[in-house]
């Protein structure tokens, strides 16, 4: 069974940062891409990074572009979410999910974790 | 920047009622489309990739049709489960969600 477990949402200042962590577990990591995606309290989903089954190659989202760094490390079937210069309209809940396929990913969502609150407010 | 929009915001439906939501591409994204149903507290679920095809497990109440531009989820015969909101995703070279599509009970 493909597991995807969020870690590391909190609540932070405005300016400030915060990494993101999902743990991947029921199947091969590093055969797949993986995206983040998140959702503000109350709204619609929110595309905002891909990266590649080996991390060579990683898009990310205009309103995130500069900010967030997505990285993974297959030798811990782990995937990452660097986040700086949050902002207030960074608050949501933020998803680690699979794609349906390898390379670069097909952007279609396959798996989801349950997701990690992340609170940007002073 | 590809804009998708659902319509309608929110759907009143009855069990077993035959249930049509709409998906509009502001340009042409060939098959490149994956619909969603998410229940509150929960996180979202795949039902329909490539536009038309089931991911494995899913209902086959469910199906997906069109191309381009227009794309249309559809449930057979509502069912209790059913009520949630789905989402319909463009999945070129980015990707981009619809508002969301409520299906409440009438």
């Known amino acids: 069974e493909v597991q995807l477990v969020e870690s590391g949402g909190v609540v932070v200042q405005p300016g400030g940062s915060l990494r993101l962590s999902c743990a991947a577990s029921?199947?091969?990591?590093?055969?797949?891409?993986m995206h983040w995606v998140r959702q503000a309290p109350q709204k619609g989903l929110e595309w905002i990074s891909v990266i590649s089954w080996d991390g060579s190659h990683s898009k990310y989202s205009d309103s995130v572009k500069g900010r967030f760094t997505i990285s993974r490390d297959n030798s811990r079937n782990s995937l990452y979410l660097q986040m700086k210069s949050l902002r207030s309209d960074d608050t949501a809940f933020y998803y680690c999910v699979r794609d349906n396929e390898g390379g670069s990913g097909s952007y279609y969502l396959n798996s989801w974790g349950q997701g990690t609150l992340v609170t940007v407010s002073s | 920047d590809i804009q998708m929009t659902q319509s309608p915001s929110t759907l009143s439906a009855s069990l077993g009622d035959r249930v049509t939501i709409t998906c509009r591409a502001s340009?042409?994204?060939?098959?490149?489309l994956a619909w969603y149903q998410q229940k509150p507290g929960k996180a979202p679920n795949l039902l329909i990739y490539?536009?038309?095809v089931l991911k494995n497990g899913v209902s086959l109440r469910f199906s997906g049709s069109g191309s381009g531009t227009e794309f249309t989820l559809t449930i057979s015969s509502l069912q209790p489960d059913d009520f949630a909101t789905y989402y319909c995703q463009q999945c070129t070279s980015y990707s981009t969600f619809g508002q969301g599509t409520r299906v409440e009970m009438k």
């Open positions: 029921g199947f091969d990591f590093d055969d797949y891409a």
């Open positions: 490539q536009a038309s």
């Open positions: 340009q042409n994204i060939g098959l490149w």
